[in-house]
């Protein structure tokens, strides 16, 4: 009989990247994990044995719980978390079904530390344009939703990055960087292992707007618009960041979801 408290793969994946997509929480024991340790996007380890402890950060957000095979230590945690009060499930199958799917997995090998918060810090150049509310956007929805980005002055950026043990991205010299024809986007895309049609399609986009190459995308001049207008919309970098991860997540559902629906008026077929 199918576990009422189970969501399926299938089910999951259309949830992932988007923004009311639920916390997704590893339990799998360090065994399993050694044997492949890629995550769930913007999945969180966790340890089952203290779950009395963190269980009250998740209070009022819908959770899923991956182990495994989807068993007895998801299973357990996540009925732990409902008597706690969260609306918590289980990846049915656990992680070895997800894996068999060819779902998503972010690959750890350039994952940067995470702070005492438990999420990631990252550090770049004021004033964002593209890339660098791109990347970001990347980093929340299937990376770390919890990561905390700071934005600062050319020149300090690595300074900030070395006094604030903060990852340092889209300026030249490191490792989240352009290169030859990638931008900062496309990097982090391989290597996290995140590449998919969806986000390979809208890589697209963001490449043509960030590096003036137009002509490659249709949707690059729109997304340039919106950047640009944004940019002169906020003088906060933060709130800019805040109010353009809408105009990511809509070109991400259209890359994933519609880009074979049109529009046009009047609609063919009906009289004038």
């Known amino acids: 009989?199918?576990?009422?408290?189970?969501i399926s793969v299938q089910q999951l994946t259309r949830l992932n990247g988007l923004p009311d997509q639920p916390a997704i929480?590893?339990?799998r024991i360090d065994e399993d994990h050694a044997l492949d340790p890629r995550m769930l996007?913007?999945?969180v380890r966790r340890d089952y044995?203290?779950?009395d402890v963190w269980a009250a950060q998740y209070v009022g957000r819908p959770v899923v719980v991956v182990c495994q095979n989807g068993l007895?230590?998801?299973q357990g945690v996540a009925a732990w978390l409902r008597s706690a009060g969260v609306a918590a499930e289980t990846l049915d199958g656990g992680f070895a079904a997800w894996s068999a799917a060819g779902g998503l997995l972010v690959k750890p090998d350039h994952m940067p530390p995470r702070d005492a918060s438990g999420g990631t810090?990252?550090?770049t150049r004021l004033r964002p344009k593209i890339d660098r509310i791109a990347c970001p956007w990347l980093i929340k929805r299937f990376i770390d939703p919890a990561a905390r980005f700071l934005f600062v002055a050319p020149s300090e950026v690595l300074s900030v990055a070395d006094r604030f043990n903060a990852t340092p991205f889209d300026i030249e010299g490191v490792f989240w960087?352009?290169?030859d024809d990638s931008c900062t986007f496309d990097v982090m895309l391989d290597a996290f292992g995140l590449r998919s049609d969806p986000l390979d399609r809208l890589a697209t986009i963001i490449r043509c707007a960030d590096t003036a190459r137009l002509d490659l995308a249709p949707q690059s001049a729109g997304l340039l618009a919106a950047s640009l207008g944004l940019s002169r919309m906020y003088r906060d970098d933060l709130a800019q960041l805040e109010a353009a991860l809408g105009l990511?997540?809509?070109f991400y559902r259209w890359s994933r979801d519609a880009v074979t629906e049109a529009h046009n008026w009047p609609t063919p077929g009906v009289a004038s």
């Open 1 to 6: 009989m199918p576990n009422p408290d189970a």
């Open 25 to 27: 929480i590893d339990v």
């Open 41 to 43: 996007p913007a999945s």
């Open 49 to 51: 044995r203290a779950v």
């Open 72 to 74: 007895k230590l998801s």
């Open 121 to 123: 810090v990252w550090v």
């Open 177 to 179: 960087s352009h290169r």
């Open 248 to 250: 990511y997540d809509a």
